[in-house]
C-alpha cells in the first residue's frame, strides 16, 4: 500500500454511498446498483498511459464481469467532458464517474500524497473496491498493477 494512502476502509464495512455525474451525463448512484456486485475503480487522470492500459483491461474483461452480474463503474477526479473524450476513444462500455469536488476519494480515502520523480502532490491513488451485492465491501486492491488487474477482479468474482 502506497505510504500516504490513508485507507479507513477495510473489508467487510458498508461501502460509502455516492452521487455522481457519468461521462453519458447520467446521474448515478451507488444505491441503484444495490443486489449486484460493483467494481469501483479510482483512476489518477483520463488519457495516462497506466489509467488507459487499466481501462481498457476493463473494456476487454466487460462482458464476462457482466456475465457474473458485475457492475464496473470508473472513478476520477477528471470533469465529465474529459471522460466522455476517454470513454469515447477507447470505446469503454461501462460509466466513468466524474468526482471535481473529490467527495467520492476522500469517502473512500484514496485522496493522497503522491510522489513521482522526486514532486510530491496531492493525487487520486489506483485503489479498486469490490462491492457486494449487500453494499459491503468484499475486496480491497491497493497494489493495482493496470496491465493484470481487470484479470484479477474477474478471478475474484
Not at 462500455?93 to 513521482?116: E, H, N, Q, S
Not at 489506483?126 to 468484499?138: A, H
Request: proline fraction near 8%; include cysteine.
Amino acid at each position: 500500500m502506497p505510504k500516504a494512502l490513508n485507507l479507513k476502509l477495510k473489508e467487510g464495512d458498508p461501502a460509502p454511498e455516492f452521487t455522481a455525474v457519468a461521462h453519458t451525463g447520467e446521474q448515478m448512484s451507488l444505491a441503484q446498483f444495490r443486489g449486484q456486485p460493483v467494481v469501483l475503480y479510482f483512476y489518477p487522470k483520463d488519457h495516462t498511459p497506466g489509467c488507459t492500459r487499466e481501462a481498457c483491461g476493463f473494456r476487454d474483461q466487460f462482458e464476462q464481469l457482466k456475465q457474473k452480474g458485475a457492475v464496473v463503474l470508473g472513478v476520477s477526479t477528471d470533469p465529465v467532458s474529459s471522460h466522455e473524450k476517454f470513454a469515447r476513444k477507447h470505446n469503454l462500455p461501462f460509466p466513468l464517474l466524474a468526482d471535481p469536488d473529490k467527495a467520492i476519494v476522500k469517502a473512500y480515502g484514496v485522496w493522497g500524497r503522491k510522489t513521482m520523480m522526486g514532486r510530491s502532490y496531492m493525487g487520486t491513488h489506483r485503489v479498486t473496491f469490490l462491492i457486494g451485492p449487500d453494499g459491503r465491501i468484499k475486496k480491497i486492491w491497493t497494489n493495482v498493477n493496470p496491465d493484470t488487474h481487470p484479470q484479477e477482479v474477474l478471478a475474484a468474482l
